[in-house]
């Protein structure tokens, strides 16, 4: 079982950054694809990014692609989720999940194992 852990949201101004970490428990965080997922108010919950097992495959959204960008450090059981050239579209709870498969070619939040309790984005305009 993996327990995972988001921090990193907060405000800030369109065209800002922001990087988010999820941390994650248990020893085999490494076999685990993860994905960034998020939520806007009114909506459902959408993928954002994906990350094989070993780093070396990602997916992304078009509405993000080029913007931002999702890494892992296995040593360290975390993944990462660099954001620029925010938008304020881009406001929602953000969650990063783990997926058993290990490839990070899923899509869909019901094909995700594990959650985190989710941060808080916010872009202002």
């Known amino acids: 079982q993996v327990q995972l852990v988001e921090s990193g949201g907060g405000l800030v101004q369109a065209g800002g950054s922001l990087r988010l970490s999820c941390a994650a428990s248990g020893r085999t965080f490494s076999s685990y694809a993860m994905g960034w997922f998020r939520q806007a108010p009114g909506k459902e919950r959408e993928f954002v990014a994906a990350i094989s097992w070993s780093g070396g495959s990602t997916y992304y959204a078009d509405s993000v692609k080029g913007r931002f960008t999702i890494s892992r450090d296995n040593a360290k059981n975390t993944v990462y989720l660099q954001m620029n050239s925010l938008k304020p579209e881009d406001t929602a709870v953000y969650y990063c999940?783990?997926?058993?498969?290990?490839?990070?070619?899923?899509?869909?939040?019901?094909?995700?194992?594990?959650w985190g309790q989710g941060t808080q984005v916010t872009v202002s305009s």
């Open positions: 999940a783990a997926e058993e498969t290990g490839w990070g070619t899923r899509r869909k939040a019901r094909e995700y194992d594990y």
